[in-house]
């Protein structure tokens, strides 16, 4: 049968190839676990694909063209959380059929997640040279947001794709302590949990994060570590 032109555009003989197929799968659920990984290579591929192109638009002063890529990229991210979701149908004994194949091959190897995690704090440069450009300081921007709404807007785009980003990151601990559990060692030898706990303190625009503890502190509201007793036993060294 000749290909149709659907099948030569979208390359879905090599896409569809890109899976073992079933008579070599370790256990019926390693498909899903083979596409659901792949698929979220594919969007975290198209999150770059359009921040990098963020970059020049926001240089440009074109910001409601970067408006609309940042909400394209919560929506991907919004996917990638979601089919998250999809592996919770998988019971822990079959992932560990599963776990067999991966070698010591994990998820900290994810080319798609370890480039995000590298872009992703580059958006600041081209972001602070705008507010430079207009003159606003980024305290200033949250102190008064309706004086510069576009300023505002891309603030709080930024600051949902770290959200975002952050949300990803724990939902998937979620779903790792439902499956193998935290207290384990995972493929590479470090403790799950502990691992993965580090990678949630991590923030793209810690500015951003900042600035909100600032704008309580002109609010009158005292900001610090010792403002507030935290009531559990040793809350106050954490
Ligand atoms: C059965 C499901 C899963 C299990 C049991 C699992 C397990 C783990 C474990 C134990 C780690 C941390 C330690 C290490 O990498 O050695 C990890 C990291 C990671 N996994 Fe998964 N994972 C699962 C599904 C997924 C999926 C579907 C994705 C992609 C969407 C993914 C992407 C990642 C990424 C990006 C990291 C690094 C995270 C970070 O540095 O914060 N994992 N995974």
Redesign the pocket.
Known sequence: MPKTDYEKYLNTDTLLSLQKPADALACHDELQ?QI??QV??LWMKLILHELAHVKTLVAKDRLIEAHVLFTRCSQILNL?SD??RV?NT?SPSE?HK??TQLGRG?????PG??RI?EAGPTLWAPYKALLDRRKVSIEELHDDPEKHPELFLLAEDLFGLDEQFIN??YL??Q??KR??GGD?P?????H?EK??M???A?QFFPELWAVRNEISRRRGIPVGAKSGLCPYPHGDQH
Do not use: C, D, P
């Open positions: 676990f659901v990984h979220a290579e990638l089919q998250l592996l998988m992932y599963v776990r994990s998820g900290q190897e994810s997640f370890n995690l990803f990151r998937h601990l779903l790792v499956i193998i384990v995972s493929l590479k030898g470090v799950a691992y993965l580090h990678g949630l991590n």
